[in-house]
């Protein structure tokens, strides 16, 4: 069966510092991976996304991800946080044929001003 | 345009009662899903449907649960006989294909 571990339950950081948040997976073939961001009180929002080609993707608000396939891992990262990126944020996974989104447990995001 | 929209925003029931959630996708999209949100156990599948294919219902906890989708579009939620156990924000999300998935806000059930 798949499944998405995110390593980081919460992660305390001050702005401008450097973010990444871990992501790995385990599935045999060929995935689509996604991280979402839920801010707080606001619903889950798609950030980015990976399904094929350049494995370093580019999301909203300066996010970016690299597909490491021998690695079965999804980084989320960014070069300089904000206060307004505090959020819970989720990685993602379907593969094959199936429909329906793996997430990981979710990792907390403090950004302290 | 208009994003999925879920009512009632919130619900709380006594144990024992039967609740009906409602999601209205994406106007347009094909497939529509719904999942749970709690504390302890995250972010968990419940059921998918795509098209006019028979609905995927291998998340769904037990045989108190079932979910409609009439007319390709509107689908409910419900959950009979609710336990302590359903308390949680129930999540609807809808895609154009079957990849990337749109949320809605969530219903938060609570059974007391």
């Known amino acids: 069966a798949q499944s998405v571990s995110q390593h980081n339950h919460h992660v305390i950081l001050s702005e401008a510092a450097s973010l990444e948040l871990g992501c790995n997976y385990s599935?045999?073939?060929?995935?689509?991976l996604f991280w979402y961001v839920q801010y707080p009180g606001q619903h889950l929002q798609l950030l980015l996304k990976?399904?094929?080609?350049?494995?370093l993707v580019k999301g909203i608000k300066g996010f970016e991800a690299e597909f490491i396939k021998s690695k079965f891992s999804f980084n989320l990262r960014k070069p300089s946080v904000q206060w307004s990126d505090t959020a819970e944020y989720f990685c993602?996974?379907?593969?094959?044929?199936?429909?329906?989104?793996?997430f990981g447990k979710g990792t907390k995001l403090s950004v302290k001003p | 345009g208009a994003g999925v929209s879920q009512s009632p925003s919130n619900k709380v029931t006594e144990k024992g009662k039967d609740v009906e959630l409602r999601c209205d996708p994406i106007?347009?999209?094909?497939?529509l899903y719904w999942y749970r949100q709690s504390l302890g156990q995250g972010l968990e599948f419940l059921i998918y449907?795509?098209?006019?294919?028979?609905?995927?219902k291998s998340g769904l906890p037990s045989d108190r649960f079932s979910a409609e989708r009439t007319g390709g579009s509107v689908s409910t939620l419900t959950i009979q006989r609710t336990q302590q156990e359903d308390s949680a924000v129930y999540l609807c999300?809808?895609?154009?294909?079957?990849?990337?998935?749109?949320f809605g806000p969530g219903t938060r059930l609570t059974v007391t």
């Open positions: 999300a809808s895609s154009p294909h079957s990849y990337e998935q749109y």
């Open positions: 599935y045999g073939g060929t995935v689509n």
């Open positions: 990976y399904f094929s080609g350049d494995p």
């Open positions: 993602a996974v379907n593969g094959g044929s199936q429909g329906n989104l793996i």
């Open positions: 106007s347009g999209h094909t497939a």
């Open positions: 449907f795509q098209g006019n294919s028979a609905p995927d």
